[in-house]
């Protein structure tokens, strides 16, 4: 999991080079990632799985079998469990998931620090 974590900046490099928006490269932290992975103790296996499989995810993956199959399809509200084409949408819902990943990252990494501040 811990390289699946580190991958997400190309996964999302390469969707920005997909669509054509590079913003959405950008929304990736690298440096917020390699934080997170050198802590000290390091990431209990919870914590990556919170990161990776994160509850309410709407893309549910960005491996390489699914990129291409369901690249721009979103959930149609008007027929619940069908997919229809929005690639605004698609776009969106990608960047507003990597800020729930790294807002998942940053709440385990304040959580270390103030724990660890707590102890001294």
Same mark, same amino acid.
């Given at each position: ?23 959405? #490269? ?10 997170? !992975?050198?802590? +000290?103790?390091?990431?209990? &296996? =919870?914590? %990556? ?21 369901? #690249? ?10 069908? !997919?229809?084409? +929005?690639?605004?949408?698609? &776009? =969106?819902? %990608? ?26």
């Amino acid at each position: 999991m811990r390289r699946r974590i580190k991958g997400f900046k190309k996964l999302y490099k390469y969707a920005g080079d997909f669509w054509s928006d590079y913003s959405i #490269a950008n929304c990736w932290s690298g440096e917020l990632t390699e934080e997170f !992975l050198s802590l +000290d103790p390091r990431p209990m &296996i =919870k914590d %990556l799985e919170g990161v990776v499989c994160l509850p309410g995810l709407v893309i549910k993956s960005l491996g390489l079998q699914y990129k291409h199959a369901h #690249a721009g399809y979103v959930p149609d509200p008007d027929k619940p469990g069908w !997919l229809k084409y +929005d690639e605004e949408k698609y &776009i =969106k819902i %990608l960047k507003q998931e990597a800020q729930k990943r790294q807002q998942v990252m940053q709440q385990i990494i304040e959580t270390r620090y103030l724990g660890s501040s707590v102890k001294d």
